[in-house]
């Protein structure tokens, strides 16, 4: 094969990643002057998956429900994630949320508002306060199309629908990242002192899914082959409320903030049967109760005709529901030709989020990998077992920055400038990428994906068990063994067939990764849903697991949870929320 050329960039930090993390990151490392920064992301500017986020972002402002506090949101945070959490990730997050959504504001991002001009706030499933600021139902593209306004004016550079397929490390520390361009497939090299993921989560790996074409876990993926720790990766967040019909529908989510504004769930029986799993909070039970109820209820043969649970928001009227959930009324009416002022509609189960990720320190979101960050989606550690509502918004703004000024921390430290790259692992590569091109037979990357997306959905899903994990990891590891001779016909030029191989290859890696946490996990936490184990076991919640990935192999080990230092493990002694009375102690602890 003759040898290919490729561009080169030089920056001090280079952000993958255009979602609310990527940019965050961005703007924060850029704040130095004279500090180069790039932003590089497969999709367009202003795409990224981010832009979806409809219900709200977490803060405990306290707006409408005065007792709310930082205290109660890690309170929230902690209990949701069934202790697995990081909790200092947690704490740090729940104390910054707040001044990171009204840095928003004086950005320009452009919040609901209480009668009193207050940031408006909605209840949300599992927050006992009302507690997420919300643009209608639009509020990641609020936020998304305010941070790119304030990192384009930061003198960013970005680089629209490139593909990083390498992370590259040299002498212990990172060189930078390598990848093509979508457009022509031409390869490109950006040398870089440190590297900020941001790549988002890897929700393309089940059939049924809210995420967008880009979740494939590349971030992860590719830090896992330079030698960084994934944590978490049995939890996997099933979102109780997806669409369910037409099919062609199937999977897009039905925000929260349905139930959160009053919208009520019905079996086919007519019954609210989110009283028999979790009579205080009802609807808005946290999302692993509510997903487990409605498939529960769709099993024991009282699911709508499409397998899923009505869900009815018409008592509010229509001029409340236009108002408050403008996008699920175009939604249903654009897609389903349904008009839920007027109609009930079907809703069940569907993978939404990546709690699983990159491991990384909670003050400054490095890896373990020399001058690697990992910010948002990508990373682990805040969320536990499951995330809440509203936190994900949250996350990618205080860790986005935090990112950045661990970059930013990192070059203050740092000896010597770029690292040398190694020719030799770049040729590689190249080579590596261009195979699926020059092969004349071999397996269609979509057919890869479609068999990838049937296991995990059958053996790894929202239920599992050993048997179902030992059968999904057989069929998996064969599959795998089948993808390596992906090929596709056609140029580089405007290819996604060429494009699909990287996704499927990454997240075959990442599937691998999370049947063999779930096998590890012998009980039932948070998303993480075994029936041969059906109870959370105290003794589990001492533990992270924690995988790394050899170029060949897996391998898992068992961490200890952080242990909460006294001043905030006093939080649970009462098993009510601070800020509600505290009457006597309760049964829930923190260990
Ligand atoms: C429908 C929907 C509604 C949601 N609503 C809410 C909500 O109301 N509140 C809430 O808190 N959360 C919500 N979430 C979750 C939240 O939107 C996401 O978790 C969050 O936006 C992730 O942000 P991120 O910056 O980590 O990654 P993303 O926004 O996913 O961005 C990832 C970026 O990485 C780029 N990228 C990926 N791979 C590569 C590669 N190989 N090379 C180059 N670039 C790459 C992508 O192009 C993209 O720019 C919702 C999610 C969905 C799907």
Same mark, same amino acid.
């Not at 109820?293 to 509010?316: C, Q, S």
């Not at 400054?364 to 550690?381: R, S, Y």
């Not at 990112?403 to 010597?416: D, F, P, V």
């Not at 590890?520 to 998303?527: F, H």
């Given at each position: 094969?003759? !040898?290919?050329?490729?561009?080169?960039?030089?920056?001090?930090?280079?952000?993958?990643?255009?979602?609310?993390?990527?940019? !965050?990151? *961005?703007?924060?490392?850029? *704040?130095?002057?004279?500090?180069?920064?790039?932003?590089?992301?497969?999709?367009?500017?202003?795409?990224?998956?981010?832009?979806?986020?409809?219900?709200?972002?977490?803060?405990?402002?306290?707006?409408?429900?005065? /007792?709310?506090?930082?205290?109660?949101?890690?309170?929230?945070?902690?209990?949701?994630?069934?202790?697995?959490?990081?909790?200092?990730?947690?704490?740090?997050?729940?104390?910054?949320?707040?001044?990171?959504?009204?840095?928003?504001?004086?950005?320009?991002?452009?919040?609901?508002?209480?009668?009193?001009?207050?940031?408006? /706030?909605?209840?949300?499933?599992?927050?006992?306060?009302?507690?997420?600021?919300?643009?209608?139902?639009?509020?990641?593209?609020?936020?998304?199309?305010?941070? =790119?306004?304030?990192?384009?004016?930061?003198?960013?550079?970005?680089?629209?629908?490139?593909?990083?397929?390498?992370?590259?490390?040299?002498?212990?520390?990172?060189?930078?990242?390598?990848?093509?361009?979508?457009?022509?497939?031409?390869? &490109?090299?950006?040398?870089?002192?440190?590297?900020?993921?941001?790549?988002?989560?890897?929700?393309? &790996?089940?059939?049924?899914?809210?995420? %967008?074409?880009?979740?494939?876990?590349?971030?992860?993926?590719?830090?896992?082959?330079?030698?960084?720790?994934?944590?978490?990766?049995?939890? &996997?967040?099933?979102?109780?409320?997806?669409?369910?019909?037409?099919?062609?529908?199937?999977?897009?989510?039905?925000?929260?903030?349905?139930?959160?504004?009053?919208?009520?769930?019905?079996?086919?029986?007519?019954?609210?049967?989110?009283?028999?799993?979790?009579?205080?909070?009802?609807?808005? %039970? %946290?999302?692993?109760?509510?997903?487990?109820?409605?498939?529960?209820?769709?099993?024991?043969? #009282?699911?709508?005709?499409?397998?899923?649970?009505?869900?009815?928001?018409?008592?509010?009227?229509?001029?409340?529901?236009?108002?408050?959930?403008?996008?699920?009324?175009?939604?249903?009416?654009?897609?389903?030709?349904?008009?839920?002022?007027?109609? !009930?509609?079907?809703?069940?189960?569907?993978?939404?989020?990546?709690?699983?990720?990159?491991?990384?320190? $909670?003050?400054?979101?490095?890896?373990?990998?020399?001058?690697?960050?990992?910010?948002?989606?990508?990373?682990?550690?805040?969320?536990?077992?499951? #995330?809440?509502?509203?936190?994900?918004?949250?996350?990618?703004?205080?860790?986005?920055?935090?990112?950045?000024?661990?970059?930013? =921390?990192?070059?203050?430290?740092?000896?010597?400038?770029?690292?040398?790259?190694?020719?030799?692992?770049?040729?590689?590569?190249?080579?590596?990428?261009?195979?699926?091109?020059?092969?004349?037979?071999? &397996?269609?990357?979509?057919?890869?994906?479609? =068999?990838?997306?049937?296991?995990?959905?059958?053996?790894?899903?929202?239920?599992?068990?050993?048997?179902?994990?030992?059968?999904?990891?057989?069929?998996?590891?064969?599959?795998?063994?089948?993808? /390596?001779?992906?090929?596709?016909?056609?140029?580089?030029?405007?290819?996604?067939?060429?494009?699909?191989?990287?996704?499927?290859?990454?997240?075959?890696?990442?599937?691998?990764?999370?049947?063999?946490?779930?096998?590890?996990?012998?009980?039932?936490?948070?998303?993480?849903?075994?029936?041969?184990?059906?109870?959370?076991?105290?003794?589990? =919640?001492?533990?992270?697991?924690?995988?790394?990935?050899?170029?060949?192999?897996?391998?898992? !080990?068992?961490? $200890?949870?952080?242990?909460?230092?006294?001043?905030?493990?006093?939080?649970?002694?009462?098993?009510?929320?601070?800020?509600?009375?505290?009457?006597?102690?309760?049964?829930? %602890?923190?260990?």
């Amino acid at each position: 094969m003759a !040898r290919e050329n490729y561009e080169t960039h030089e920056y001090d930090v280079i952000v993958i990643g255009a979602g609310g993390a990527g940019l !965050r990151a *961005a703007v924060e490392a850029s *704040a130095v002057p004279g500090l180069k920064v790039a932003v590089i992301s497969k999709s367009l500017l202003g795409k990224a998956h981010t832009v979806m986020a409809e219900g709200g972002v977490a803060a405990s402002f306290g707006n409408l429900d005065h /007792q709310d506090s930082w205290e109660t949101h890690f309170y929230d945070t902690m209990r949701s994630g069934h202790f697995i959490n990081n909790y200092r990730m947690a704490e740090i997050f729940a104390k910054e949320a707040p001044d990171r959504v009204l840095e928003l504001e004086t950005w320009g991002a452009v919040f609901d508002r209480t009668p009193e001009g207050r940031i408006m /706030q909605r209840p949300f499933g599992a927050h006992t306060f009302r507690r997420l600021a919300h643009i209608g139902d639009h509020t990641g593209m609020e936020l998304l199309r305010t941070m =790119q306004y304030k990192a384009i004016h930061s003198g960013i550079d970005v680089f629209q629908e490139v593909t990083m397929t390498k992370l590259l490390m040299a002498n212990g520390r990172v060189a930078g990242a390598f990848g093509y361009f979508r457009e022509d497939g031409r390869f &490109v090299l950006f040398r870089a002192k440190a590297v900020i993921l941001a790549t988002g989560g890897l929700g393309r &790996v089940y059939k049924v899914t809210s995420n %967008s074409w880009e979740s494939t876990g590349d971030g992860a993926a590719l830090a896992f082959r330079a030698g960084a720790d994934l944590m978490d990766m049995e939890m &996997v967040q099933f979102h109780p409320t997806g669409m369910v019909w037409p099919p062609g529908v199937r999977g897009i989510l039905v925000t929260e903030g349905v139930r959160g504004e009053g919208g009520l769930l019905y079996n086919a029986e007519g019954e609210r049967f989110m009283q028999r799993y979790d009579a205080e909070r009802m609807e808005l %039970s %946290s999302r692993d109760v509510v997903a487990r109820a409605i498939f529960r209820e769709a099993m024991a043969g #009282r699911g709508t005709p499409h397998g899923g649970a009505w869900l009815d928001i018409t008592h509010k009227g229509p001029d409340y529901i236009k108002t408050k959930l403008p996008g699920m009324y175009e939604q249903f009416l654009t897609l389903a030709d349904l008009d839920i002022t007027r109609e !009930r509609f079907e809703v069940a189960p569907t993978c939404h989020y990546t709690m699983g990720g990159v491991r990384v320190d $909670p003050e400054t979101c490095a890896t373990n990998l020399p001058g690697v960050f990992a910010a948002g989606e990508v990373a682990a550690g805040l969320h536990g077992a499951n #995330r809440l509502g509203g936190n994900s918004l949250s996350d990618i703004l205080v860790f986005g920055r935090r990112a950045g000024l661990g970059a930013r =921390q990192y070059l203050e430290g740092m000896e010597g400038g770029l690292a040398a790259v190694d020719e030799a692992e770049i040729d590689h590569e190249m080579n590596r990428v261009l195979a699926p091109l020059t092969r004349e037979k071999g &397996v269609n990357p979509y057919h890869v994906h479609e =068999q990838l997306q049937e296991i995990m959905t059958t053996y790894a899903g929202i239920m599992r068990s050993g048997e179902t994990l030992q059968t999904g990891l057989e069929k998996l590891l064969a599959l795998k063994e089948e993808a /390596q001779t992906m090929a596709i016909n056609g140029s580089r030029r405007y290819n996604p067939g060429w494009h699909a191989v990287f996704d499927v290859q990454n997240m075959l890696l990442l599937s691998e990764g999370i049947i063999r946490s779930a096998l590890e996990r012998k009980e039932s936490r948070g998303a993480h849903w075994r029936t041969d184990y059906p109870d959370e076991l105290p003794d589990w =919640q001492q533990f992270n697991f924690v995988e790394s990935f050899d170029g060949d192999a897996i391998h898992i !080990r068992k961490e $200890p949870v952080p242990e909460m230092p006294e001043h905030l493990a006093r939080l649970f002694t009462y098993g009510k929320a601070p800020g509600l009375v505290q009457t006597a102690p309760g049964k829930e %602890s923190s260990k």
